[in-house]
T-cell receptor, first 114, second 114 residues
Framework: DTAVSQTPKYLVTQMGNDKSIKCEQN?????MYWYKQDSKKFLKIMFS???????INETVPNRFSPKSPDKAHLNLHINSLELGDSAVYFC?????????????FGQGTRLTVV | AQTVTQSQPEMSVQEAETVTLSCTYD???????LFWYKQPPSRQMILVIR??????QNATENRFSVNFQKAAKSFSLKISDSQLGDTAMYFC???????????FGKGTSLLVTP
């Protein structure tokens, strides 16, 4: 069974469209994340949720809206897609304490906006 | 703010040789965790090794070992007996005991040649 799974793996869409990426973890972790990896491979945290509560919201345009219906799911919805949104988006999860664990990553979603 | 610096954008090593990847970090906290992740061309983020700051002993995982110098805030990764499959981007990452996200360095692209 895949520990952290995100869908779709690839997403090609036109500017202005709205799209969602889904993420699910079956590890029983209490913290989930969205990271963006740009063309230079830099990984930047976008959002962090702990027990469904938003903890970290980096300087991300409000066109990006995460939704955590329960502890095992953290979806990312993007409105009015722009060319600069093209990147690889990674979902990850971890246990926050007692003791904290490393982050386990999904396989990434390559988003291409044309 | 916590920062992670990897000063070697690219490195190359011959098969069976040893290579060391550098990482320094900056934090004012005393409890934290350090990680090395590997990202092969498949894009999957794979944990290579982790180190808890309170442990003085350097972590080791088979051919991978770290040199953790807490006072110098340095966390280098040594890969012994390099294999072609070690070709990948390597990311150093840092997480505090009170934080909710991994902060990544910009990565080192390692090429293992025959």
């Amino acid at each position: 069974d895949t520990a952290v799974s995100q869908t779709p793996k690839y997403l090609v869409t036109q500017m202005g469209n709205d799209k969602s990426i889904k993420c699910e973890q079956n590890l029983g972790h209490d913290t989930m994340y969205w990271y963006k990896q740009d063309s230079k491979k830099f990984l930047k945290i976008m959002f962090s949720y702990n027990n469904k509560e938003l903890i970290i919201n980096e300087t991300v345009p409000n066109r990006f809206s995460p939704k955590s219906p329960d502890k095992a799911h953290l979806n990312l919805h993007i409105n009015s897609l722009e060319l600069g949104d093209s990147a690889v988006y990674f979902c990850a999860s971890s246990r926050y304490r007692d003791p904290p664990t490393e982050a386990f990553f999904g396989q990434g979603t390559r988003l291409t906006v044309v | 703010a916590q920062t992670v610096t990897q000063s070697q954008p690219e490195m190359s090593v011959q098969e069976a040789e040893t290579v060391t990847l550098s990482c320094t970090y900056d934090t004012s906290e005393n409890n934290y965790y350090l990680f090395w992740y590997k990202q092969p061309p498949s894009r999957q983020m794979i944990l290579v090794i982790r180190q808890e700051a309170y442990k003085q002993q350097n972590a080791t995982e088979n051919r991978f070992s770290v040199n953790f110098q807490k006072a110098a805030k340095s966390f280098s990764l040594k890969i012994s007996d390099s294999q072609l499959g070690d070709t990948a981007m390597y990311f150093c990452a840092f997480m505090t005991n009170s934080g909710y996200a991994l902060n990544f360095g910009k990565g080192t692209s390692l090429l293992v040649t025959p």
